[in-house]
């Protein structure tokens, strides 16, 4: 299979070339990554200046990889529109590092990637490592490289993508799962620069995780892999009627 590799942690992100060593074992793979961190930039695309492309080479791997100067959305569009001639099979956001769970996918770089390829056509798949502050993706890679023999075995509908967090020492299987609850707090320091002009620091932390059974929160908590189908209809169908009843 022809597999573009894409994240929100940038090219030289170990989650990434650990995946990428893993999968050009058995795909064509290329490699298309912002040039630096970009979590949380959820889907934000660049309108205005022009991205900057460069081609990188790293020990180890031998899949063609390029850094842009973009967002992960941008890096999936450019790569799909101009930088890769052949039909791109699979997408591949991740491996991200940390979770990717219940709410943060409304946030996450590497989750708006996946959904970027799902616009364009693309069967698309995110993928998060669950850890603390051990951030060893050996094991993880190889899960996805499996994976994606059992994926192409498959014909799941290209309106779905998948978002896979793996926990860093998984033992118990894996869950298919539906969206969790975390929450976070929103609280923002003052702080002052060498100039004394006043900014703001954002400094949530997470202060609640749901646990309720059969969701990606508490499948992460109790130690097992989460595979979440998502789609990009946002309707809420259930109050479509009681909406047009409405004096509006």
Request: hydrophobic letters at 40%.
């Amino acid at each position: 299979m022809k597999i573009l590799l894409t994240n929100d942690d940038g090219i030289f992100a170990p989650g990434i070339r650990a995946l990428c060593k893993e999968l050009e074992k058995d795909h064509d793979v290329t490699v298309v990554a912002p040039d630096r961190e970009r979590s949380a930039a959820g889907h934000a695309i660049t309108i205005h200046y022009p991205l900057r492309v460069k081609e990188m080479e790293f020990d180890g791997i031998n899949s063609k990889c390029i850094a842009v100067d973009g967002t992960p959305a941008d890096c999936v569009k450019i790569a799909y529109e101009a930088l890769i001639d052949e039909k791109i099979d699979l997408l591949i956001s991740g491996i991200n590092i940390g979770p990717n769970l219940g709410r943060d996918v409304l946030y996450s770089g590497t989750v708006s990637a996946a959904i970027e390829g799902l616009l364009l056509g693309l069967p698309s798949i995110a993928v998060s490592l669950v850890a603390d502050d051990h951030w060893d993706f050996k094991d993880s890679a190889k899960y996805m490289r499996k994976f994606v023999k059992e994926y192409q075995q498959q014909d799941l509908k290209k309106d779905v993508l998948l978002n896979i967090n793996i926990p860093i020492d998984y033992k118990e299987g894996t869950k298919v799962t539906e969206l969790g609850d975390r929450g976070y707090t929103n609280s923002f320091e003052e702080r002052l620069d060498p100039r004394e002009q006043k900014y703001y620091w954002l400094a949530g932390e997470l202060v609640e995780e749901g646990t309720a059974e059969g969701t990606d929160v508490t499948a992460a908590k109790n130690n097992f892999i989460s595979i979440t189908p998502i789609k990009l209809n946002l309707t809420s169908h259930d109050h479509l009627e009681e909406l047009k009843k409405w004096n509006i």
